[in-house]
Nanobody, 121 residues
């Protein structure tokens, strides 16, 4: 069974930095896309950044130039470096990963339990 475990959240001041990690484990040979979503109270869950198995990445406009997503395929781990944090970045951050089943016949997805990021002075 696939499990995603996030870490690295916490409380930081505006302008500070955090580095999130998400380790994926289970009977999956190769993960396809891995990414980060966030959800603030009363808001829907939105995509923050995603990275493909080949290393191509995309970001939400609100975090471009401040956040950097990366992955280590050998460890099935995805990271997100978060710099110049703003109060608007406060949210629960969720790791996401998808993978192909049955030699590409279908696709599956899993979510982490979330890690809290709070940006406040």
């Amino acid at each position: 069974q696939v499990q995603l475990l996030e870490s690295g959240g916490g409380l930081v001041q505006p302008g500070g930095s955090l580095r999130l990690s998400c380790a994926a484990s289970g009977s999956v040979f190769v993960f396809n896309n891995m990414g980060w979503y966030r959800q603030a109270p009363g808001k829907k869950r939105d995509l923050v950044a995603v990275i493909t198995s080949g290393g191509r990445s995309n970001y939400a406009d609100s975090v471009k130039g401040r956040f950097t997503i990366s992955r280590d395929n050998a460890k099935n781990t995805v990271y997100m470096q978060m710099d110049r944090l703003k109060p608007e970045d406060t949210a629960v951050y969720y790791c996401n990963a998808d993978w192909y089943n049955d030699y590409g016949a279908s696709i599956s997805m899993a979510w982490g339990q979330g890690t809290q990021v709070t940006v406040s002075s």
